[in-house]
């Protein structure tokens, strides 16, 4: 599992977009136009919850939470077979979740044709975890 962020994002914070300790965390993208068309698609959007998370504070744990239940999927449930990359769009409403690869998108998707049935177990989608606590 990988945070989405930019290369802009990554220099304001004095870090290097180019250091492999970064890239282990992080998908890089060159800007948020490159990170919003891969992205920012109904087909990848996981789950949508109110915004009740004012404080800068409250969202990164909000995105920390969210961050832990993918990264315990993609490890642990999925055994390193998925990388996912995980992106946040903050509105005043609400905080849209979205993953990538999108459910049934994945090389061992069950959609995929031709597959012997022992390597298309993933589930339709990873469940999304229910909201954090305010």
């Not at 994002?9 to 998908?27: F, M, Q, T, W």
């Not at 087909?43 to 998370?53: F, G, K, L, R, S």
């Not at 090389?107 to 012997?116: A, D, E, I, N, Q």
């Not at 339709?124 to 954090?132: I, R």
Request: charged content about 25%; overall charge neutral; some cysteine.
């Amino acid at each position: 599992m990988k945070r989405t962020t930019t290369k802009i994002i990554l220099k304001s914070r004095g870090k290097d977009p180019s250091d492999p300790e970064i890239n282990k965390a992080y998908k890089v993208y060159n800007d948020d136009d490159e990170l919003k068309k891969q992205l920012v698609d109904p087909n990848n959007q996981w789950a949508v919850y109110p915004n009740q998370y004012y404080s800068p504070e409250q969202k990164n744990e909000v995105e920390f939470y969210l961050c832990g239940w993918l990264q315990y999927y993609d490890e642990i449930i999925r055994g390193n077979s998925v990388d996912h990359y995980i992106h946040f769009q903050w509105s005043d409403k609400n905080v849209e979740v979205y993953t990538y690869p999108a459910p049934d998108r994945t090389p061992l998707s069950p959609k995929k044709v031709g597959t012997p049935p022992s390597t298309t177990s993933d589930p339709k989608s990873p469940t999304a975890p229910p909201p954090p606590y305010p």
